[in-house]
């Protein structure tokens, strides 16, 4: 389950993964679907969550810490094996910005190793390393409401689920 920025990843994988994008989602409102959409799915060995940053801009750092808490708690409970994707730093360094999406980091990364959930280390890789973000993706559609791209990050979350 993704967010816009990995979208395009079932291009990548084999016909046996399912990418399922809810681009408009907020965390709570995944922590409402989650049990539902792994139903529907019963043969799933993995399940990989990349959040994206819907609940950010609502500067709710503690009412985001607490619906990120009860997804996973919800998602620990969950047979296949669960993977949390952290964010992914913001191209433009703003410094709010910033401070905000690796404290949510620093959050996430606590939480899932308190659940025993794998978390998948996004900061370090993209952070300082601008042309992750660059021409992965040809078309206008994959570029954000700030004009950058994408990160190519597909092949850090395959490696990570096997």
């Known amino acids: 389950m993704v967010d816009v920025s990995v979208k395009d990843a079932q291009k990548m994988f084999s016909s046996n993964v399912k990418v399922i994008c809810l681009p408009n989602d907020t965390v709570s409102d995944l922590a409402d679907k989650i049990l539902h959409i792994v139903a529907d799915y019963p043969h799933l060995k993995n399940v990989v969550i990349h959040f994206g940053?819907?609940?950010?801009?609502?500067?709710?750092?503690?009412?985001?810490?607490?619906?990120?808490t009860h997804l996973l708690k919800t998602v620990s409970c969950l047979q296949p094996k669960v993977f949390i994707s952290?964010?992914?730093?913001p191209v433009p360094k703003g410094d709010l910005k910033f401070s905000r999406i690796y404290s949510l980091n620093t959050f996430l990364s606590s939480a899932c190793a308190a659940l025993s959930l794998n978390f998948i280390e996004n900061f370090p890789i993209f952070w300082e390393h601008r042309h992750l973000f660059r021409a992965c993706f040809k078309s206008q559609e994959s570029l954000d409401d700030e004009g950058e791209g994408r990160p190519c990050c597909y092949k850090h979350v395959s490696a990570k689920e096997r």
């Open 86 to 89: 952290g964010p992914i730093p």
């Open 53 to 68: 940053l819907n609940d950010l801009a609502m500067e709710e750092s503690e009412v985001l810490k607490q619906d990120f």
